[in-house]
């Protein structure tokens, strides 16, 4: 029998048709990065003011990154696997991934939208990307369904028979959806976003770390304000 993740908790963004980026926790404000940077001279703030909402942004500007690493956010992320693939080559942070070894695979496959699907011109490290017509978009879009619907249905086989999952899983595509904890600090959520949420990053993880960095900008608004003046460099 399929398993299906329909229920969104409150609280969550919705990406692409299957997923969702969802803010578990977080222990991040912009005051832990005064306090941080203010034990040098022994000192300690409660509340925030204009002097340490500037002295953030001398922090960004000038690039002394080590105040913005004392903090966290816990995300809960549902994606491609594709995309997963890609969000686990940040290595400075924790992630814990669902594992189809111990639980039975969803059928939750990714289907682009026909506007997303698209042709790839040009050199590695230098693609632009077209929309492709219409007709292509609706065949490249049934042909992904054919080959999700036929290899689940091969999955479902094989353990319904006996072989156990973590075998099974090998004729599960990328397309399929994964879920995974991510715990970062806010140093290295600037550097995923400043690469991830950029123009050139894959369209599919731009809409994830999009959502992710609304999280951010909410937790963190006088941070996340100096990061976009800054370029979007992380420090």
Sequence with gaps: ????????????????????????????????????ARVSFARRKDEMDDSDAGLIRFLMRDRHGTPFEHNAFRFHIRCPIFVAREWFRHRVGSFNEFSMRYARATDDFYVPEPEDVRSQVG?????????????????????????????????????????????ARAVMPVGAYTEFF??????????????????????????????????????????????????????
């Design 182 to 235: 991510w715990t970062v600090n806010a140093r290295a959520l600037m550097n995923f976003l400043s690469l991830r949420a950029a123009e050139t990053a894959q369209r599919e993880i731009r809409r994830y770390a999009e959502a992710c960095e609304t999280f951010f900008a909410d937790a963190m608004p006088i941070t996340h304000a100096a990061f976009v003046a800054s370029g979007r460099i992380a420090p």
């Design 1 to 36: 029998m399929a398993v299906t993740h329909d229920v969104i908790p409150d609280g969550t963004l919705r990406v692409l048709d299957h997923g969702f980026v969802r803010l578990d926790d977080a222990m991040a404000t912009d005051l832990s990065v005064v306090n941080a």
């Design 123 to 167: 050199k590695p490290g230098a693609y632009s990307f077209e929309p492709v017509d219409p007709e292509l978009a609706e065949r490249t879009r049934e042909e992904l369904r054919e080959v999700y619907e036929h290899a689940y249905a091969t999955y479902e086989r094989l353990v319904e028979a006996g072989v156990a999952r973590e075998l």
